[in-house]
């Protein structure tokens, strides 16, 4: 009878003495949780708001705790508390020095808590715990390799200063064409209608106060509508889809230099954007394995072997 | 005896009878303001922060009655209160009805408050109260024509989204290049170092930590050093400024289909963009004859006199 067979009989009740592990993954728009028996086994998983720092620390603290807290609620586990769980924590934004800093003095609720970047957790997920590398296209943009401990991060530069080939890139410039052709400066597309469609406005002036001040999000949510329209042969979507998928081409063949022994296109992005890569990077992509917040937790494993190894020497 | 000399004679008292008029130039980084007197002589200026209402309601109303008391003390005037003005009032995003109405029913301290566009000021005291038309690139850009009543808006679109050629959006692109070229995607330009330089960061990671979620005047700043690199010779730069001046120069063409009896381009950046811009345009611009806060008092004197019209029919 398998452990987790033995938790459902035995009525949800959870044998203490069996280490839980925790794997978050904080992004621009969810957090998303889950709880792993050390064997590796899902017991459970909770979805919550925003746990990106760059947005706000204590919404990311809050996120994270709440998406933690469904998570073992989904798990029925009412003798386990979050001060049992070890914590494998992926938070975006925490590759610049002065977040992670932020987040780790964090008074956080869990047995132990290993904090690192999204990224790495992302990779050690699709390459079940193994070195590789991912290219992440979502709402934000980045290429990652993790191969004999050395980290290598290309893009992830934020939105709008960044991203490209990202949801959020797509997004933008579909809207600054809409923009000037509405001016008589370019010559409208089909996106035109689309974009001010799904916005819901019917002049210049009101898409530019739709879209006055917002976020990476906000512009992610028009991704579709260039991809869309570049499958129906709509010359500047091609021309976007072409620029953004050759990015992201180029960062996956400088990642290949790094000699990842496989590689992921993983985000929302992933099946839109795949077809217009190129081809030979097309053939060096593999299916990931598992999401980053299972990689979240091979991380909090591995860095408890390494506390392991270190007291035993 | 002028009524200026008349003023400083009596000792900066102000004949009561005679109305003052407040000029005010709401802005993205700063709130201008002047006080002329009924035959247009400027007796006192001031100037606060933001006074553009995107930004924050509070802040521009804040921004607005803090620079008037400082032209008023500047003016020198005992005897003259906020009460007693005749406000002509333009700021920057107005142009959007819901912040126009937003700023409409603001209890503000002047004796009356006439509320109009940025742009209307800018062109009107371009013009000297005329017909005319305006092109700005500052911080933002835009390019406005107003004749026989008829009011046309091109650009003003906003940052990220729009604003070409404006001084943000050459700095955003110039940050862009940079943080593409130091990942090694594209070849570095001589204003790598130049923007490494002037904002005190020398890695990818500190040029994306200082990026960050900045706004427009952030980009602005770093204009300058695509101008000088194209002056240089700079490929990259030259291909940015000339896309830049392309677009200033088609807004102005689009302009010049309204029949303006004059044309200016004003904002910060005129004097290092006029020269790239298309030469038959270049042609077309005469200088502006007074700044956007003066045009402010000439809207208020008009809608005084078309107010009194009105009683009069």
Known sequence: MSRVAELIEGGMQHNKEEQLFLGIDGGGTKCKAIVMTSNNIIIGTG??????????IEQAMNSITESANLALKDAGLDNINLSDLIA??????VNLPTLFEEMSIWKNPFKKMHLTTDLLIACLGA?????????????GSCGFSYVEEQAVILGAHGFPQGDKGSGAWFGLEVV???LLSLDGIIAPSSMNEEVLKYLKVSSSVELVEATAGQPATFYAQLANIVFTAANSGDDIALKLVNE???YISNVARLLLQTNPPRMSLIGGLTPILFPWLDK??????????????????????????????????
Chains 1, 2 share one sequence.
């Open 88 to 93: 494998g924590v992926g938070l975006a934004g």
């Open 280 to 313: 030979d990077i097309q053939d060096e992509l593999s299916k990931p394995f598992a999401p980053p917040e299972v990689g979240a937790v091979f991380f909090a494993k591995q860095q408890c072997l390494v506390a392991t190894a270190e007291q035993l020497i």
């Open 47 to 56: 979805i919550s708001g925003p746990g990106n720092p760059v947005y706000g």
């Open 176 to 178: 600054k064409h809409v």
């Open 127 to 139: 390459h079940q715990g193994s070195d590789g590398a991912v290219i992440v296209t979502g709402t």
């Open 244 to 246: 953004g998928a050759k």
